[in-house]
């Protein structure tokens, strides 16, 4: 089939209306917050909001399912929501001796933020007396400077600072 200049015309006419009515959007994704299962819903929410500098702005409670508490903490960057349950447990109670290096469990390994100073963090958290799961390190092959800590339920928080490779 030959196509003539009025064909072209009607799929140019065609394909405006098409981006027209349905026009391509980027999708914007935009890290917005974490929930996290605690044993201990008060000791939790003190450690966050001292390491990270949230605070703390809803409680909710549901005893009806299972003693169900929700704190949630933020700051301007961040958001914490603290999930504390009767009914909830941790590995460490069906593997007390549970090492993540030797068996790393599927899921979730850790959380990472980014940090512009991250010698000065580190320092901070070692006077806070925070369990550091690794040491700062540097790692050139991917660009940055970087330390993993624990949190009071043992979950994986990593601070990375970019460098220049």
Do not use: C
Request: no cysteine.
């Amino acid at each position: 089939m030959k196509y003539n200049s009025l064909h072209m015309r009607i799929l140019f006419l065609y394909l405006l209306f098409l981006f027209a009515v349905f026009p391509a959007k980027a999708q914007t994704i935009k890290p917005f917050g974490a929930a996290i299962y605690v044993d201990d819903l008060e000791r939790a929410s003190e450690w966050y909001q001292d390491i990270f500098d949230v605070t703390s702005t809803n409680k909710i409670s549901y005893p009806e399912l299972n003693n169900l508490n929700i704190e949630i903490l933020n700051n301007e960057y961040l958001q914490f929501e603290l999930v504390e349950r009767d009914n909830s447990f941790s590995i460490y109670e069906l593997e007390p001796d549970y090492n993540i290096r030797e068996k790393p469990l599927r899921g979730f390994y850790k959380l990472a933020f980014q940090v512009e100073d991250i010698e000065y963090l580190y320092e901070q958290i070692q006077a806070k007396q925070v369990e550091i799961h690794f040491e700062l390190t540097t790692d050139s092959e991917f660009g940055i400077k970087t330390f993993i800590i624990r949190d009071p339920g043992n979950n994986l928080l990593q601070f990375i600072e970019i460098i220049s490779k």
